[in-house]
């Protein structure tokens, strides 16, 4: 896995992360679920990696 795709990764999930907590904040359901969705690609993503790094 590379710097940037880490970096990506990392950036994903911290946006999620913040608009999980804005949504909750604001009562925001869908805002909320999108958080959760950005999160849940972030780690799907570095499972993906992490699996090649183990490979390659």
Known sequence: ????DKAE???QDMSGKA???V???TDDK???ARGK???AK???KKAGEDI???LG
């Open 9 to 11: 990764n990392s950036l």
């Open 23 to 25: 949504g909750d904040a």
């Open 30 to 32: 869908d805002l909320q």
């Open 37 to 39: 969705t950005d999160q």
């Open 1 to 4: 896995m590379g710097i940037a």
């Open 52 to 54: 090649k790094d183990e």
């Open 19 to 21: 608009k999980d907590k």
């Open 42 to 44: 972030a780690k799907t």
